[in-house]
């Protein structure tokens, strides 16, 4: 079977067979006639259609896929064009759309670049492929983003028109839109959702916000991270696909209110289509238009979101801010009088205050936090060093007001074991090989110790007792992980006087309430991934952060950092 019979046999079945599940038919071809703008008039100059393939990626290995490029007719070949990404081919007739409004002004110069899903031949029986498009379309990671950057857009640019004529793109992701139907639409909205700065206008029609993969989690993030600088433009019908992956129409509904939960730039069109593409065709000049709006001013992250962590914790118009750089294995140590430090293994560099702070100490989060490449855990008692002479894998220490530690500690490359440390440093094993890597902290009132485990999801609670002692410990904390991973990657983890734990994760900077609830969710810039957290600076407000990168970032907040130098304050907080 040819790739062209598949790639058609296979979206035919998809969108059309599964969708007749109303009981009354419809003629949605009439329901939902095109407007002039979406087809050839007299007096306009329409472009042309390129048709290539593509077999060379490294993000999908083995794939074939059929790669069009429409070049509008006004387009010169000696500038940079916007440009609009499609799923599953040419839809929308998008071109007639490009051409028609700029004719009108309407628009910026725009080339569209279109796929099909990949598809990689067998190796026995080639007419019996290994179909890609649910993996490529309906995963929410980066993935799909990466391939469409990294590798389509490129190979888009090699092509010239039969005039001549070169292509070239904006790398810009405000220059950006990309768009879809069904799981097109998943892949779409994944793709600018895991980017923002490379796709910054998003249509959705009839988009799979169900259970085919993990695109179903999309509503509840949406709800919880800070939002992204992303305008959404998404259609769906009350006739839409009900299968055993989950009910389309009701799932787009819970997207739509998450994009107003969250205060988004997003206008939504909900009819009585089934799962077809005549609705989304009849509004695709609207879509431009509505996306293209006020272009080039970027889009602008909202600051409307109703996430009551979000609105108690930020401040409007204080974002992450870059102030140094780092080696990813330095680490933030906080110090009195709210003084926070860059730590190495040979240096500390003070980046607020000047605390009285010691080369050979590392620290993450709190100023006894501990992490030594070398194994060698300091502690520090007043102005003194006790030094445990043990080698270890990796340490990660909380200190409490009064004169002993909890630490993770790992011997011999066994699981991480959590651990009391007392002023002399005498270690006792409390919960033995608990964690394979992780991170610990401290509620600021100390009557709770968390423990998080970085190659799973589970974070655990254990009440505080008198003389480094705990008891009854429990699976408490819901974390989120993305697609992508198996476990959080958790590293580190600090508090603040409300009660609230910050986690520093592969999903961003984890905020958990006090009933162990992740509630709310924040980035750093450009996907950097966080490493390192501290409390301090100003009214112990600021939040300062290592990245994966080596970026030190530090964020004003409303809310107030737990510190080991200041009494313990009352935490009240009901059930949830």
């Known amino acids: 079977m040819c790739l062209e019979k598949f790639l058609a046999a296979a979206f035919f079945l998809f969108t059309f067979a599964l969708s007749c599940t109303a009981e009354v038919k419809i003629d949605e071809k009439s329901m939902f006639p095109l407007t002039e703008d979406s087809k050839q008039k007299s007096g306009v100059k329409y472009g042309e259609w390129i048709e290539s393939k593509f077999s060379a990626s490294k993000v999908f290995p083995g794939t074939e896929r059929k790669v069009w490029v429409y070049v509008p007719a006004e387009y010169g070949g000696n500038e940079k064009a916007c440009v609009v990404v499609l799923q599953d081919g040419p839809q929308f007739h998008i071109g007639n759309v490009i051409s028609n409004l700029l004719a009108k002004g309407e628009i910026p110069m725009m080339i569209a670049v279109a796929s099909s899903p990949g598809i990689v031949a067998g190796g026995k029986d080639k007419d019996s492929p290994r179909a890609n498009r649910t993996l490529e379309y309906d995963t929410p990671s980066p993935r799909f983003a990466k391939f469409v950057v990294s590798e389509l857009l490129p190979f888009a640019e ?146 409307k979101s109703r996430n009551h962590i979000l609105q108690d914790v930020l401040i409007p ?13 330095d680490c933030l140590v906080m110090g009195e009088n709210a003084s926070v430090a860059l730590a190495g293994e040979k240096s500390v560099k003070a980046l607020w205050g000047n605390g009285d702070f010691h080369a050979g100490t590392i620290a993450k989060g709190l100023k006894a936090d501990l992490s030594l490449q070398n194994g060698i855990l300091k502690i520090r008692s007043g102005n003194n060093f006790a030094e445990i002479c043990k080698r270890v894998a990796h340490a990660r220490a909380v200190a409490t007001r009064g004169s002993h530690f909890y630490a993770l500690l790992s011997y011999s490359g066994a699981d991480a074991s959590l651990v009391s440390i007392d002023a002399d440093g005498n270690i006792s094993e409390l919960d033995k090989n608990v964690v394979t890597k992780g991170a610990v902290g401290i509620a600021a009132n100390e009557n709770w110790l968390y423990v998080f485990d970085s190659a799973t999801r589970r974070g655990y609670s254990y009440k505080v007792l008198d003389g480094g002692k705990i008891d009854c410990k429990q699976e408490f904390f819901f974390l989120h992980v993305p697609d992508q991973c198996d476990g959080t990657s958790a590293s580190s983890a600090v508090c603040d006087d409300s009660g609230r734990v910050y986690l520093a994760t592969s999903a961003g900077i984890q905020i958990c309430d006090y009933n162990g609830r992740s509630a709310a969710i924040l980035e750093l810039p450009m996907g950097e991934l966080p490493l390192s957290l501290a409390f301090g600076g100003e009214g112990m407000s600021e939040l ?32 949830g």
């Open 544 to 575: 300062f952060v290592v990245g994966h990168r080596g970026n030190v970032f530090k964020r004003k907040t409303k809310a107030k950092g737990a510190s080991v130098f200041t009494p313990p304050p009352k935490i009240r907080v009901g059930a």
């Open 317 to 329: 118009g204080e974002p992450f801010i870059k102030i140094a750089d780092a080696d990813i294995e």
């Open 158 to 303: 090699t092509l010239k028109t039969k005039d001549g004529r070169r292509i070239i793109l904006s790398k810009s992701g405000n220059d950006r839109m990309i768009a879809g139907f069904s799981s097109g639409a998943a892949a779409a909205f994944n793709a600018a959702w895991a980017c923002p700065w490379e796709f910054s206008r998003v249509f959705t029609g009839s988009g799979s916000f169900t259970g085919l993969r993990g695109s179903f989690a999309n509503a509840t993030l949406v709800h919880k991270y800070e939002p992204k600088p992303l305008r959404i433009f998404m259609q769906s019908g009350s006739r839409d696909m009900w299968t055993c992956f989950g009910d389309w129409w009701s799932a787009n509904q819970s997207m739509a209110r998450a994009l107003e939960f969250a205060g988004y730039d997003f206008k939504f069109s909900f009819g009585e289509a089934s799962h077809r593409g005549f609705h989304s065709d009849m509004i695709m000049p609207d879509v431009m238009r509505y996306l293209w709006k006020d272009w080039p001013k970027p889009v602008e992250a909202s600051q």
